[in-house]
């Protein structure tokens, strides 16, 4: 039972209202919500969630709010556990275990409410009222009686509870007499502690009132001298300050602001001073007192008898009155309405500037087509400006933006939209401006003197002295010093600008960066732009990384190298990795724009650095997508084996994310470089399949399964651009036309692509093009061959008999290779279309597996049989459409390959690999059936045993139904044919069918079945069909219904133990016992009532140790132990009834019993001295 303190309880009656409200978390600690430690994960040892609690209560070390506990004895009586005929309510057993004087078994009942989230006004105000324990002190309880019926409860420490508890006061050998003076000095105790409290509550109020009044009206007087604070004050702000740490989560903290105040306890408000309320939180008095009342604009005059700054701070928590209320409404109305109009004028002044601008966007565009003339006057207006000469002028130029961005220079704002003759009025009078004299003002007819003028306008109150007073007093005349003032001022803007806002000035930095005509403010500014936002989000950085871009259109390729690529290598190790994030994808934004050399030497190295350094994933991630980004624009042929590289490394990334990248975007990038240097099919695949080649060499005992995923997969993207290079070097491509009617291609016709880059109709070019070359493609291999067409005759003659011998060599116990490369030709058949796989590919497999009748004794013919080529050619080429016919082959072929096997006495791996990869699609269910009914009527008894072994891997995962309706009459048509050898074949089937199934009707037709093998008198001296039940029992127990396994398994191992004892050839006796070893120890890991450990459990573990004795001490050293911890349970199972159901290792002290009690098995191999000490209790 969790450790829950319960006298924890609030005196607030709001928190006793809230209470029931709350769910008691029992893995918390009830002083400082810490949490407690959680159970091990599926410990098998652990009581189930539905037990009843111990009877014994735990210590646990908690004070008390009051600063008062109760030293109870901790034994409670378990009189609630029984079940009662009526419903009684939890109040009237509370009220009678009170009246009784049963405290112990009321204070658990108490705290077992608590637990389960209720709580009960009487038990509640009976333990939190510390009168009804001021009693005379009772007689020590003997050992075993905690508390007797009606007698006196002892008296209880001052400020321990039930966590303090020293048991070993009430010892038979303790001292009486002791323990009497204990608690008179513990009442004595408590005495003193409430005279402390009356005299800290008379200290409070006398500093309350002390302090001299004439100093607090000196410090009232002049508000900037602050008073000092007061002691009371501080342990005030103290205790609120600890108690908004614990509640936001700040322990830490909380623990190092305690350690600093040691003098003060946080636990108790009256530690602060008792005569004072308790104020309330810290962010109530924030949001009630801190924040300020906004002001209104329209103001209405009312009449008040005090300011509101002058109230005290308490006062304002006051509920206010209803009518501040309505006015406050109202004028927040007033104050909406006030923002919608002005809301309403923005917006007509925002469109009406919009008309404006699309009129001067018409009116530049006429003036970009204007006669010669025109222009030449123009660019001569201009060349005669020295300051605008080192600019673009979008009046000489035509725009390189489309007409996205503006230039506003010299372009005021005419009412109407103007024509090219006043634009042209409208650049010449900016020109005029500029040259024109200063400005002329009327001087007054007065007899001032310039000093006295001077000193008369020095009380205008005006700073120039400052740098933002200079730049204020000082009006930039041009672009340049517009753009001049802009370097000098961004800095100092951007650090005074919130983080979430400050996106917005990212154009005016970049419009700064672009046109500054000094190097070294420009590259001040980019810096300012990458440490805009200390850690950018997904939208920021996608902010800066347009901005980026579109710096990079307008400076070209020259400043990109020169400006922003620094700034990326200064953030490639900064310690965000959001920071580094940017750069990754900076440098694939900016590939487009940088020069040649560049892409292919210093941010391949970048990205290179980073894929190798980096420990985000989601900056590896990046850094793969602009590698790929990179290959699409690298056109360094000598660049191609970095790229190999890069790839490999990637692919090897622990990172799924990282790899799901390199599949998306790296690889198709790289594939159709490839493509293009012609070394896709020359250098890129044999590559891939070299590696798969030599791993497999290296690793004929123990593959590397991992290397050979990363290679398979690799090859498994290059599939589409493999496909497309046949498309595009086909005798038809020029043949191909667009126009006229073409079919839509299917939605089937290709796998889904993992990205849009490995669709073929994207590596093409378009849908159209795709279609119109799918149908010359199908034409062609159906009616025309593939003469002269070396791409596919390249794929048909080279790459198709490389794979085929490659899955030969693959172990085909290993499930992962056989689906990986199941997989693969699934896809590849897939892409490459059905004309292809069945003129092209099943041609080639059918050759080799050679399923003719008369190959069947041929060593030959059955040595392939046995490699992982029958299940990848069954679940990878025969799966790839299924249509009728193609169903039929598969179970032809399936058929064809059991009956060879079986007659051939071949191992059975290669069949049951393809059951296994079939059987977990459950589309396939229906056809393996199919498949196994051919084998249950075949005429061959092996054939049929070995249909039966195969109903085993088939039934996991598929429905009830289909069990019931077609798997377990097979079984039972099995079971009746005349040979033993076919029936014990079908015992792990039905063993599976426990396991699985639920339905009762078919679970005690099976029960019946193996009834019938193990009680009639035909099998009692079939030793294999007994070693197979004990095989299968052991297997399925722990997992198989309770009932079936305390009413079947159980009994049955219990009589097949016993009557191995009587055996008399010693082969048979051991293999038995190793077999009932095996499934004893599977099942002492389950619960198992106390009627079958008495009755077969532990009989069933003596007998095995007899037998033990003799065949093997080694294990029966475990045996003894485990009989022994049986016995220990069994004996104590009166004092274990609230535990329910119990494990048989359940005692096994340490971290994971299961794992240990495993594990020391394991350790068979070790001395007979070293096993004795397997079961030992820790010290």
Known sequence: MASVNPFNLSDSEEEAERRPNETVDTARSPRHGAPGPPPPPGNPFSPPADAEPPTLLLSSNRTSPSGEGISLSAAASSAMAGSAETRVSVDVIAAQLLRDQYILTALELHTELLEGGRELPRLRDYFSNPGNFERQSGTPPAKDQVLGPGGPLNRANSISTLDSLDFARYSDDGNRESDERVAVLEFELRKARDTIQALRANLTQAAESEGPSQERKNFKSSPEIQEPIRPLEKRALNFLVNEYLLKNECKLSSITFSDENDDQDFELWDDVGLNIPKPPDLLHLYR????????????????????????????????????????????????????????DNEKQSLAEQIKKLQSEIQTLKRTVSSPP????????????????????????????????????????????????????????????????????????????????????????????????????????????????????????????????????????????????????????????????????????????????????????????????????????????????????????????????????????????????????????????????IIMGFIDDADKYSQGFELMLMSLGDPSERVVSAVHQVFIPAFAAWTTELGTLQSALIPSLLARIEKLLMQGEHSLDEHKLHVFLSALQSLIPPLFAVVLQNAPFTSRAKLHGDIPAIEVTRFPRPASPLQDVATIIGSRETLSALLL????????????????????????????????????????????????????????????????????????????SEEDVDASVGNGILTKATVPIYATGVLTCYNQDEDRKLLVGFLEDVMTTLSLSHAPLDSLK???????????????????????????????????????????????????????????????????????????????????????????????????????????????????????????????????????????????????????????????????????????????????????????????????????????????????????????????????????????????????????????????????????????
Not at 519 to 539: A, S, V
């Open 913 to 1179: 690999a393809s059951f296994v990869e079939l059987g977990a699609n459950p589309v396939y269910h229906e056809l393996l059936l199919t498949v196994l009914w051919y084998g249950v009527v075949h005429t061959s008894a092996l054939v049929r045993c070995t249909a039966a072994r195969m109903f085993e891997l088939v039934l996991r995962g598929m429905s009830e139904a289909l069990v019931d309706r077609r798997a377990a009459p097979a079984l039972i048509t099995l079971c009746s044919g005349p040979e033993f050898s076919v029936r014990i074949s079908t015992i792990p089937a039905f063993g599976t069918i426990m396991e699985t199934v639920t339905q009762k009707e078919l679970l005690e037709r099976v029960k019946m079945q193996l009834a019938s093998f193990l009680e009639d008198p035909q099998y009692q001296d079939q030793h294999s069909l007994h070693m197979e039940i004990i095989r299968t029992f052991g297997r399925v127990g722990p997992n198989a219904e309770p009932r079936f396994r305390d009413d079947f398994v159980l009994p049955h191992l219990h009589k097949l133990a016993l009557g191995n004892n009587s055996q008399s050839v010693e082969s048979k006796r051991i293999d038995i016992a190793m077999q009932l070893f095996e499934a004893y120890s599977a099942l002492s890991c389950c619960f198992i009532s106390e009627d079958v450990m008495i009755n077969h459990f532990l009989p069933g573990l003596r007998c095995l140790r007899t037998d033990m004795e003799q065949l093997s001490p080694e294990h029966e050293v475990i045996l003894s132990s485990m009989v022994k911890e049986c016995e220990i349970k069994v004996e104590n199972r009166g004092m274990a009834d609230a535990q329910g159901s119990m494990s048989i290792a359940s005692s096994l002290v340490g971290e994971d019993a299961k794992t240990k009690f495993l594990s020391k098995m394991g350790q068979l191999t070790t001395s007979g001295a070293m096993l004795a000490n397997v079961f030992q209790r820790k010290k």
């Open 288 to 343: 009630n007192c801190g924040t300020p009342l906004s002001s209104p604009r329209s103001m209405a005059d009312v009449s008040v008898g005090m300011d509101l700054g002058d109230l005290p701070g308490n006062c304002i928590t006051q509920d206010p009155p209803k009518k501040p209320d309505l006015s406050q409404q109202n004028e927040v109305v007033q104050e909406l309405e006030y923002q919608i109009s002005l809301l």
């Open 373 to 628: 003339p025109t222009t030449l006057d123009l660019s001569s207006q201009n060349t005669s400006n020295p300051c605008s000469s080192s600019t673009t002028d979008p009046l000489s130029v035509p725009p390189t933006d489309n007409g996205k961005y503006l230039d506003i220079r010299g372009v005021a704002e005419p009412e109407s939209a103007p024509d090219p003759a006043s634009t042209q009025k409208t650049s010449q009078s900016h020109n005029e401006l500029k040259s024109r004299p200063a400005v002329q003002f009327d001087k007054p007819n007065r007899k001032l003197s310039p000093a006295f003028q001077q000193a008369l306008l020095s009380f205008c109150r005006m700073c120039s002295d400052s740098r933002l007073g200079a730049e204020v007093s000082r009006i930039a005349d041009s672009e340049e010093s517009v753009m001049l003032m802009l370097g000098r001022c961004l800095p100092h803007i951007v650090p005074n600008v919130l983080l979430a806002k400050r996106e917005e000035l990212i154009p005016l930095i970049l419009c700064t960066a672009c046109l500054h005509p000094e190097p070294k403010e420009r590259d001040q500014l980019l810096h300012i732009l990458f440490n805009l936002i200390k850690r950018p989000d997904d939208e920021q950085r996608q902010m800066i990384l347009t901005g980026c871009v579109a710096f990079a259109r307008h400076v070209g390729p020259t400043r990109v190298e020169a400006e922003l690529l620094p700034q990326c290598w200064e953030q490639i190790n900064h310690k965000y990795p959001e920071r580094r994030l940017l750069v990754a994808e900076s440098c694939g934004a900016l590939a487009p724009y940088l020069p040649k050399e560049i892409r292919s030497s210093l941010v391949l190295s970048i990205l290179q650095q980073m894929l190798t350094e980096d420990k985000a994933d989601m900056v590896r991630e990046a850094v793969v997508k602009s590698l790929g």
């Open 776 to 851: 010359l493609y199908d034409h062609q291999l159906e009616h025309e061959g593939t003469t002269g067409w070396e791409s596919l005759l390249w794929v048909v003659n080279q790459l198709l008999p490389l794979l085929i011998d490659i899955v030969g060599r693959i172990n085909v116990s290993s499930s992962t290779c056989v689906h990986e490369f199941s997989r693969f030709f699934w896809r590849l058949c897939r892409t490459f279309g059905k004309i292809f796989t069945n003129t092209k590919v099943k041609p080639q497999f059918q050759e080799i597996l050679r399923l």
